[in-house]
Structure formats: C-alpha cells, structure tokens
C-alpha cells in the first residue's frame, strides 16, 4: 500500500511538472511579432511596430506573413521622409542658434564668456556672441566632441559589435515594397520645424552656465565612455525584448534607464511630459488625421504602417486611439494566427 502511495505520488508530481513545462513552453511563445491587423467596414490596416536597428524583417517570427500583406497593400507609410525635410530643418536650426529674443551672450556669467573666449578661436567667438542659448549648447556639444574625437571614436568601435547596425527594419521594408506598393510618409516637415523651435526654447543662460561649469565632469573621457557603453547596452536590450515580442512600455523603461543613471527626479518627469505630449499624443494624432484623409479622400483601403514600436505601446498609443474609432484590432501570435485583441484604454496620465 505505502508503495503505491509513493508511485502515485510521483505519477503525480510528473504529471504537474509535464503540465508546467507544457503550459509554460506555450504561453512563452505565444508572443509573436508586434504586427497588428486593425479593420472597420472595408477598411484594413496592418501595422508592423518597428526598432529602427539592428533588427531586419528575416529576424522576425511570420516574416513571410508580414511579407505578404505588405505586397497587397496599395500604400505603404513609414515615418519621415529625411531627404525631403533636411534643407527645410537646417534652415530652421539656422535661424535658431542666432540671438533673435533677447538671449545675450552677456547675460552669462563671466566664467563662462570667459570659457567660450578661451576655447575658441578668436575670429569664431564673434559668432558665439551672437548665439541663442541654443546655439550655446549646440556649440558645447561640438566643442566636447572636437576635445575627445580620437577617444569617441575608439569606444564607438568597441560597443558597435553588440548590435548590427546594417539590419535597419524600416528601410528594409520601404526596399521591399519599392516596385509594387504606392509609399507616403506620416511626418510633416513643420511638425519637426516645431520640436526643434520647442527645444531650443527649453534652453536658458541657467542651463549653459551650469554645463559650462560641469564641463570637465562631463566631457570627460570617464563619463563620455559610460554615457556610450549605456547607450549601447539599452539598444542592445530593446533589441532583445522586441524579438521577444512581450508588450514594452517604452517610457517606463526610458524611465528606469535615466534612474538609474542618477538624473535628477525633476528632469526626468520633465522629460517624460515633454516626450509623451510631444514625440507620441502630437505626432500620433497628426498620424491619425491622415490616416482618415487616406481613406476618405484617396480611397486606400488596404494599408501598411511600418513605424516605431514607442508609437503603438504606452500612453496615447495609435492602438487605442484607431479602437476608439471603432476599429476592431487582431495581433499575429508566433503560430501565424490572428488573435482578438481587447484593449483596455487607460487615462494616460495616471
């Protein structure tokens, strides 16, 4: 009797450890690709969210489902169409390193005029006193890189091996669909016109005296080779929890990584409004406006998105804005099927 006790319980703790191992072995690869089939009446849209490196369409579970949707869609969006807005962004970082508000160079503190007369040749600090605190700032950030060229370039080369900076997904998929699918961009040139006018406000004499004054802390072969061995290890990390396919909110992550690297609380929360209202709830909707004209006004009624993950995942999402007009929206699991997606829309504030 006891040895049929002692038999059943092994049966039976088998039995628990087969069912975990097959529950689990599921559930971890029911995660496919962030590839999302968003539908209202005749209207389809296939959204890819995307990391711009490092990442290519071959690396991807269902690549060849992704493939085929993209070959029978009639448009294709990707994000900015780079060469077309340079000339229109040059001209407009242009006009805002010039002092055209107020922002004088003699407003600095002595230490700093006296910073800039030292590290700069003297027929070029006529210029500097010229500059917006923009402009200031811009130029400290060349005068580190002129100051640590050799170093910067020897630590690039040694973090570059952690990812593979030839796979570039977007690309990848605008060379795809070169010969068979009508392509447009999503970003207006007067949208970055903007973020760069709203940057370059940020910036205050409080901020470039206090680089200036930490300009050997910061510009230091030390904290120069730390700030890029991190950058690389967060690429290589994102790298990694894309291919895996769990849901990431990206600005809590943005928000751990800047912690942890010691930014002070008040510029993180700064920098996190700014990021969500600008870089994701603006853009988004903008995104959203053409996305209706699209389909109203020109008829495309089978689409692809290939654009930034950060877009599609987190706080004022494209995801929940298209289900709070009525889309309904399916995700390809890592089997190749379309699974309903029920999404719980948050206030994003919170």
Not at 10 to 27: D, E, K, V
Not at 214 to 239: G, R, T
Not at 303 to 332: C, T, W, Y
Request: glycine letters at 2%; aromatic letters at 10%.
């Amino acid at each position: 009797m006891l040895h049929k006790t002692k038999l059943m319980k092994t049966i039976f703790i088998s039995f628990l450890l087969i069912a975990f191992f097959l529950f689990t072995s599921c559930s971890l690869n029911k995660n496919g690709p962030f590839f999302w089939a968003v539908q209202k009446e005749e209207q389809t849209l296939h959204i890819l969210g995307t990391v711009h490196i490092g990442v290519s369409l071959e690396d991807l579970q269902c690549s060849d489902v992704i493939y085929e949707s993209l070959q029978q869609s009639d448009l294709l969006w990707t994000e900015t169409n780079v060469q077309k807005h340079r000339t229109e962004m040059k001209e407009t970082v242009k006009q805002l390193l010039e002092d055209h508000s107020g922002q004088s160079f003699h407003s600095l503190s002595e230490e700093t005029q006296m910073f800039f007369k030292t590290k700069t040749e003297p027929e070029h600090f006529k210029t500097l006193q010229q500059m917006s605190y923009f402009g200031l700032i811009v130029q400290l950030n060349f005068l580190c890189i002129s100051d640590n060229r050799e170093f910067l370039r020897e630590q690039l080369s040694l973090h570059a091996r952690k990812i593979d900076s030839r796979k570039k997904l977007d690309i990848q998929i605008q060379k795809t669909a070169q010969d068979s699918v009508l392509q447009d961009y999503l970003d207006e040139s007067s949208y970055f016109q903007d973020l760069i006018r709203s940057t370059a406000t940020r910036s205050s004499k409080e901020k470039v005296d206090r680089i200036v004054k930490n300009y050997d802390e910061l510009c230091s072969p030390e904290k120069l080779a730390q700030s890029i061995e991190w950058k690389f290890n967060h690429l290589a990390e994102a790298i990694q929890d894309y291919e895996s396919g769990e849901d990431i909110d990206p600005l809590t992550i943005s928000e751990k990584d800047l912690r942890r690297q010691g930014v002070p609380e008040d510029i993180i929360k700064n920098y996190l409004d700014y990021f969500k209202h600008n870089i994701l709830r603006r853009r988004n909707e903008i995104w959203m406006n053409k996305l209706s004209f699209s389909h109203e006004q020109e008829g495309h009624t089978r689409v692809f998105i290939a654009a930034g993950l950060a877009h599609f995942q987190g706080p004022f999402n494209m995801l929940d804005m298209l289900q709070e007009e009525n889309f309904s929206i399916k995700r390809l699991d890592s089997d190749c099927e379309w699974s309903h997606l029920r999404l719980a829309t948050k206030d994003p504030e919170n």
